[in-house]
């Protein structure tokens, strides 16, 4: 049995211990304040509900084990991609996947740096100073696609090659930014964070037309119709309040 199948039946398996009824969310790590928050005023709002339980990651790792039989219900993924692969596989409720978010890109670097991050943007990453720069595995998170393509958009690519210290997720990629390198790119809902921004870090915004659009969707999966409820409440206004609080560009809005 592959590494990959193993993980996955390993965690089938500690699912499947909570109640069959609760609402087993697949998340991407840029979510994790957001849904924290959510999932609390949820609660608040619906306390007969069934209960919610997030488990957070890269897509690209959801996306698989989904495909080999994670039971989760609903999945919110950081690009449209791997929602569709879903969806087209017959894995999905038929008309559930929607848009919730846009995500942003920013760079950051520890408090102390030398490097003006918000004064130079991308250019700051050309300072020879710079041996190590955090972004999420492009191989299966999308905000570590998008990274490499405001790289490839401002032609940093050859500058920074041999550089990069790779996270699992997002999360583990802000992790590593603030301890083990000299700047990162990172999902702005990450350093919008209390937690995070109480590093006293600097970074820059990046544009959204100079980086791959992380379009975010999420999708209700098969056997997940307990799920209504809750995919909805993502949906409603004031979620919406709570994503842009977080830096989220929301559906449908310049």
Known sequence: MSRRKRLTLLLALALSSASAETVQVAAASDLKFVLDELAERYRKA??????????????????????????????????????KRLEDAGLT??????????????IWVPKGSPLNVAKLGPAALRDPRVRRVAIANPD?????????????????GAALQGKFVLGE???????????????GILAYSIVKAPSFAALG?????????????????????RNG????????FILSPQAREVFRRYGFVLPREP
Do not use: C
């Open 169 to 183: 997720n997002i999360a583990q990629a802000a992790q590593y930014a603030s301890t083990a390198a000299d700047a």
């Open 93 to 106: 409720v038929r008309g559930t996947r929607r848009d919730y978010a846009v995500g942003r890109l920013v």
């Open 225 to 232: 119709e307990n799920t209504r409820r809750f995919w909805g």
């Open 201 to 221: 870090g600097t970074y820059w915004l990046a544009p959204l037309k100079e980086h791959m659009r992380l379009q975010q969707q999420m999708v209700m999966l």
């Open 46 to 83: 619906y306390p007969q509900a069934d209960p919610v339980r997030v488990t957070y990651g890269s897509s690209g790792h959801f996306a698989a084990q989904i495909q080999n039989g994670a039971p989760f219900t609903l999945f919110l993924s950081a690009d449209s991609t791997y929602a």
């Open 140 to 156: 299966h998170a999308p905000y570590g696609q998008a990274a490499l393509s405001l790289l490839r958009y401002h032609q940093l």
